[in-house]
Structures are given as C-alpha cells and as structure tokens.
C-alpha cells in the first residue's frame, strides 16, 4: 500500500500564549489581511454580522500569525464562537490542547429550541 502525506498533516499552525492576548474589536469593520483572509470584496469585514466575524475568525485562526491573531480575535467572542467554527482539525486540536475552556463552550441552542 502507497503511503501518502498530505499537506493538511504537516501544515504548521500558529496560537497566542494566552488567550488575554487577543485583544481585537468586538464590533465594527476590520481590514483583514490578504495573507489571512482570500476573498473577494476587498480588506474590509463587519465583525458586527455573526456569519462574516466567524468567517473571519477562521481564516485568522487557519492562515494567520500570532500578531494577526492578536490584533483581529476578542478573546470573550472567540470563546463564544468557539463551538460554531469550522477549522481545521489540527488547528482545532492545537487551539483546545493550548486552551482548555474553549472545549467547555457548546453551542447555543438555537431561537424557540429547548434543551
């Protein structure tokens, strides 16, 4: 049998030493770098609509630095959205390895649903 390596198993991913060093807005229009963020419509996301902050996060999480991680995650939304992220496994590892209370958060119930 063929032994095969993927890239999605070595790709090295980056976290911040704490999660108090993620210092971005909670709200309102970020630039996110083309090196994070490939997309068309230009530098500029609304972190204010829950679907393109989760987007952005991603990306941040997934392509970016330490410094960008810092500059454009709020540690508070992050644990929030933390459940809802769709990242990649190793990075989702690393992230919940690193920080323990982000695998305590599930997901709020969606509006009229009971638990």
């Not at 229009?29 to 989760?54: E, F, K």
């Not at 644990?79 to 989702?92: G, K, N, Q, S, Y």
């Amino acid at each position: 049998m063929e032994q095969r390596t993927f890239f999605r198993d070595h790709r090295p991913y980056d976290s911040p030493e704490r999660l108090e060093d993620l210092t971005g807005p909670a709200g309102g229009v970020v630039d996110v770098p083309h090196a994070v963020l490939w997309a068309p419509g230009g530098p500029a996301r609304d972190l204010d609509d829950a679907a393109v902050r989760r987007m952005v996060y991603v990306a941040v999480i997934a392509e970016g630095t330490r410094a960008d991680q810092a500059a454009l995650l709020n540690r508070d939304l992050l644990v929030e959205d933390w459940p809802r992220l769709m990242i990649p496994r190793r990075a989702r590892e690393l992230w919940e390895a690193r920080f323990p209370e982000l695998t305590s958060t599930e997901p709020a119930a969606p509006a009229g649903a009971h638990r």
